[in-house]
């Protein structure tokens, strides 16, 4: 079971940067496969990025390519979104999601879930 905790939303200009966390408990927090996501109002969500136990990653999704980087900290239990640039279109609830095997890019395949915090990014 893992249970996440994440911080680090809230409230920026155009071209700024936030840096999200998310804090696993449990043990076994290395064998897990990391994402984060977003969803905005009235769209689906949305992969951003993931990372396995050891820090390898796919592709970022194409929205977010050379902007944002996913990292973790296994021994802080703790999964990062570093978001750089930032633009309006990337206002949305950010979540964390972990599952016990490979990553992925659908939702549908992670297990655990943050609460969700909000980015929203305005003028």
């Known amino acids: 079971q893992v249970q996440l905790v994440e911080s680090g939303g809230g409230l920026v200009q155009p071209g700024d940067s936030l840096r999200l966390s998310c804090v696993a408990s449990?043990?076994?927090?290395?064998?897990?496969?990391m994402g984060w996501f977003r969803q905005a109002p009235g769209k689906e969500r949305e992969f951003i990025a993931a990372?396995?136990?050891?820090?390898?990653?796919?592709p970022y999704a194409d929205a977010v390519k050379g902007r944002f980087t996913i990292s973790r900290d296994n021994s802080k239990n703790t999964v990062y979104l570093q978001m750089n640039s930032l633009k309006p279109e990337d206002t949305a609830i950010y979540y964390c999601?972990?599952?016990?095997?490979?990553?992925?890019?659908?939702?549908?395949?992670?297990?655990?879930w943050g609460q969700g915090t909000q980015v929203t990014v305005s003028s």
């Open positions: 999601a972990a599952v016990y095997g490979t990553w992925s890019q659908n939702y549908l395949d992670y297990n655990y």
């Open positions: 449990g043990r076994a927090f290395r064998l897990y496969n």
């Open positions: 990372i396995n136990g050891i820090g390898a990653t796919p």
